[in-house]
């Protein structure tokens, strides 16, 4: 019996979320296979899915860079830095782009979606709303990391 309904949003929770986006984000949070996870709402099914994940390896030039410069996305990023006691630690970041310059419509959307998309991540430490490059700029990942 497929209980699949369950994860589906309605008009006060937003969209649902797909199994391989939970499925994604544990890859990220457990086995550490992705730097990055970008999400994007698939109007049609209803849902968010994953657009594109980066490998271990990708820098977060990458990872910006991959960001659409005039549409909403929902990202998850893993970040890993030296404390000063020179511990290696990580830290995932879940960040809502919404650009200035993306249609209201998809703000719109991706705004009353968040909440619910980011219930659905358990293990991200930190949250960052950016609607421009500056906001979610590498050295603001290292001030809330610390």
Not at 28 to 48: G, N, P
Not at 107 to 131: C, N, P, W
Request: with cysteine.
């Amino acid at each position: 019996m497929s209980f699949r309904w369950l994860s589906r949003g309605n008009a006060s929770s937003g969209m649902g979320v797909s199994d391989h986006s939970k499925s994604t984000f544990m890859d990220l949070k457990r086995k550490r296979v992705h730097r990055y996870v970008i999400f994007k709402i698939d109007e049609i099914k209803k849902e968010v899915v994953v657009e594109k994940t980066g490998g271990p390896a990708e820098s977060y030039e990458d990872f910006a860079a991959a960001l659409p410069e005039n549409d909403c996305r929902y990202a998850v990023y893993d970040y890993d830095f030296v404390t000063s006691d020179n511990c290696q630690k990580s830290k995932i970041f879940f960040i809502a782009w919404s650009p200035s310059t993306s249609p209201i419509r998809a703000k719109m959307l991706y705004a009353t979606s968040r909440e619910r998309f980011r219930r659905d991540l358990d293990g991200v430490h930190y949250e960052i709303q950016a609607t421009d490059p500056t906001e979610m700029d590498l050295e603001v990942l290292k001030e809330r990391a610390n």
